[in-house]
């Protein structure tokens, strides 16, 4: 059977997007998969906003390739600037190759591949065992467990603020405060009761900013994974320019949620040109 290496980077939002690209390589191009986390160990370690292997909390089919299984694919070094400039100009080997090539060529043998595609269609098909996989295991969840059951018997409302690596961006597109207020008017015309949970890199300047919602915990100590297994399961959803809460919003199993999503879902002004899909149910605005 032909393998298929896949290169895992970047937060554990996009971490999920590459297990789910994955997943329909296996099913659909009949590739075995295992999976590179190398890049959470190359050098130099980002200093700020530090990305690491998170993956492997939930309950999904991880198999890691040894170093001897990847070099047999690819050629690289351990310096992460080094290897960005291998991959911009044509990367490590021949093997190599992105999500499209695989989904548009029959004739390909074992693979090495990076990147990841945002298939709703895919997603939405296979989400009730998505809602399996990417559930926390049992043992990461001692720390949250007291309010996922305060959660569960409210109006909960996650409100997701990203603002931390956007301001290290001069083209950052980061959601103000005006955002927030559209927001919360119509979460308050449909809900009687609303109860506002905040999650956020940057949670004091929520404090600051966001005292005008009412009644509102801010949600603070957790790792973006916590942080990722208690949004899913508040109610009802308002989300940030993020994968992370992107997911929040699909992976929430209430019937009856409301998810409110910027329709600018771009993180860079750059980036504007990126798609990326919504459900029909969700209100973007």
């Not at 009949?30 to 590179?36: G, L, N, V």
């Not at 600037?81 to 060529?105: A, E, M, T």
């Not at 957790?222 to 992370?244: T, W």
Request: with cysteine; net charge positive; proline share 2%.
């Amino acid at each position: 059977m032909k393998t298929a290496i896949i290169e895992l980077v970047g937060g554990i939002g996009n971490q999920m997007f590459i297990y789910v690209t994955a997943k329909r390589i296996s099913e659909e191009k009949r590739y075995a998969i295992k999976f590179d986390p190398a890049y959470y160990s190359w050098w130099p370690r980002r200093k700020t906003f530090a990305r690491r292997l998170d993956l492997d909390k939930f309950n999904v089919n991880l198999e890691i390739a040894n170093e001897k299984e990847v070099r047999r694919l690819i050629w690289r070094t351990n310096n992460r600037y080094f290897n960005v400039l291998l991959k911009r100009y044509g990367y490590f080997s021949k093997n190599f190759r992105k999500p499209k090539d695989v989904f548009n060529d029959k004739g390909l043998k074992d693979i090495y591949m990076s990147g990841f595609e945002r298939n709703l269609n895919y997603i939405e098909k296979n989400i009730k065992n998505l809602r399996k996989e990417f559930s926390l295991k049992e043992k990461y969840k001692e720390k949250i467990k007291n309010i996922l059951e305060k959660i569960k018997k409210e109006d909960s409302v996650s409100i997701n603020v990203r603002r931390g690596d956007l301001t290290e961006f001069k083209d950052g597109n980061i959601l103000g405060v005006d955002h927030y207020k559209k927001t919360l008017k119509i979460i308050k015309n449909k809900i009687k009761n609303p109860r506002f949970y905040v999650f956020s890199d940057d949670i004091e300047w929520c404090k600051k900013n966001l005292d005008f919602i009412k009644p509102i915990t801010f949600v603070e100590g957790n790792s973006a994974l916590e942080d990722l297994e208690v949004m899913k399961n508040c109610k009802h959803n308002i989300l940030a320019n993020s994968s992370l809460s992107w997911w929040a919003g699909m992976l929430n199993e209430n019937k009856n949620k409301i998810i409110i999503a910027p329709i600018k879902f771009y993180h860079r002004e750059r980036h504007k040109h990126k798609k990326i899909a919504f459900p029909k149910e969700w209100i973007l605005i």
